[in-house]
Every structure is written in structure tokens, then in C-alpha cells.
């Protein structure tokens, strides 16, 4: 089965780093690039970026550039996502997902919730 | 970057069609063919209804069908079941390695 498994629940203070994980599992993790998506709460889905494994050279949208570090490893078919100091307005969920050969986010991983409060 | 266009909420009784616009500009929607929707019922993960316009992915019912006109995606719900009650939100290429989403619509049937 294609799927991906995404670390555990956060919960963090302001100015904390974290680095989330995205495990790929069931397929050739080199040959499809990996998304994060966040959502806050109650609001919609926003794509902050993506990596290819085979070159783990990132991609960012301009809203996320600077503010989140994007990698992967693909001799432990992981990706990853990190901040090297959080801020309360990072709570959200944190989906990663995966690109199908044709641009659409074909599968999910189940989401991580991260909680920044003081 | 600029946000694509949804209406925040479309209805239809069971069995009648509802469809969702998503409207961009030349630099998103227009200029590419990678526009993409999603369909996520509350507390779980996106799940991928169309891609590239108008392609479904398998085990996708064909019900679920979109197209393109201009600066304007569309996804058109027939058929409406209980389960199609969800927020949906479309995806397109922005160019740049760029992607941006709508910001959703809440599809309920009535």
C-alpha cells in the first residue's frame, strides 16, 4: 500500500526549532517530489513547498521562503519540514503529500498537528 | 502571489448537480493546464478528486468531473450523494515552482 506516515503531535513554545517528518512507504520514494501543505485552524490549505529527493534541492512559495526549512532523505524515503524558531502563528495542521506524475497531490500523509503557545 | 477565487459555500438536494468555480488569472488558472481539486471532509486529510483540469484519478466515482474556460477552473459535482458533503478546494500551478490553492467552498446537501 502507497501511503505516508507523518510524525506525531507538537506542542511548542515560542522560539523553539522542530522538524517534522513524512515517511514514504509502498513506492519508489526518488521518483515523486513531496508538498507541505498547512492548514490553520478552521481555514483552508496552503502550499508552502516541495522537494525532490533525488536532488533535495527545495522549492518554496513566496509566502513560506525563509520561515521553514524543507529536506528529505531518500535513503530513509523521508521528507521534512523545520523551523529554527516558531512563532504562535505556526499552529496549524501540517499535511505532506505527494506528487502524482501529473502536478495533483495524489496521496497524504494523515497530518500533524503543531500547537505554539507559551 | 495572488489567492484563486471559490464561493465559500454551494448546495443541491441529493441528486442534482452543484458546481464550484475557481477563478485565477493568465499567471495561474489561464497559463497552465495543472489545475487540480480536492475534496476534504472535516477532521481528515485531503483526498485528490481531479487533476490536470479534468483527468480522475481511479476510484474517483465519474460523477466528479472538471473543466476549464479562460481564467476560470470549474468542478462539477453530479449526481449529489450524503458523502459529497465536504469543503473542496482547487489547486493551480503558479508558475516558478510555484503552486496556490482557493481558499475553499463548503459543498452541503441539503
Known amino acids: 500500500e502507497v501511503q505516508l506516515v507523518q510524525s506525531g503531535a507538537e506542542v511548542k513554545k515560542p522560539g523553539e526549532s522542530l522538524r517534522l517528518s513524512c515517511k514514504g512507504s509502498?513506492?519508489?520514494?526518488?521518483?515523486?517530489?513531496i508538498s507541505w501543505v498547512r492548514q490553520m485552524p478552521g481555514k483552508g490549505l496552503e502550499w508552502m513547498g516541495r522537494?525532490?529527493?533525488?536532488?533535495?534541492?527545495?522549492k518554496y512559495s513566496p509566502s513560506f521562503q525563509g520561515r521553514v526549512t524543507i529536506s528529505a532523505d531518500k535513503s530513509i524515503s523521508t521528507a521534512f519540514l523545520q523551523w529554527s524558531s516558531l512563532e504562535a502563528s505556526d499552529t496549524a495542521m501540517y499535511y505532506c503529500a505527494r506528487f502524482g506524475v501529473s502536478h495533483g497531490l495524489d496521496v497524504w500523509g494523515q497530518g500533524t498537528t503543531v500547537t505554539v503557545s507559551s | 502571489q495572488t489567492a484563486l477565487t471559490q464561493p465559500p459555500s454551494a448546495s443541491g438536494s441529493p441528486g442534482q448537480s452543484v458546481t464550484i468555480s475557481c477563478t485565477g488569472t493568465s499567471s495561474d488558472v489561464g497559463g497552465y493546464g495543472h489545475v487540480s481539486w480536492y475534496q476534504q471532509h472535516p477532521g481528515k486529510a485531503p483526498k485528490l478528486v481531479i487533476h490536470e483540469v479534468s483527468k480522475r484519478p481511479s476510484g474517483v466515482p465519474d460523477r466528479f468531473s472538471g473543466s476549464k474556460s479562460g481564467n476560470t477552473a470549474s468542478l462539477i459535482v453530479s449526481g449529489l450523494q450524503a458523502e459529497d458533503e465536504a469543503d473542496y478546494f482547487c489547486c493551480s500551478y503558479a508558475g516558478s515552482d510555484n503552486f496556490v490553492f482557493g481558499p475553499g467552498t463548503k459543498v452541503t446537501v441539503l
Open positions: 509502498g513506492y519508489n520514494f526518488a521518483n515523486h517530489w
Open positions: 522537494i525532490d529527493s533525488t536532488d533535495s534541492n527545495p
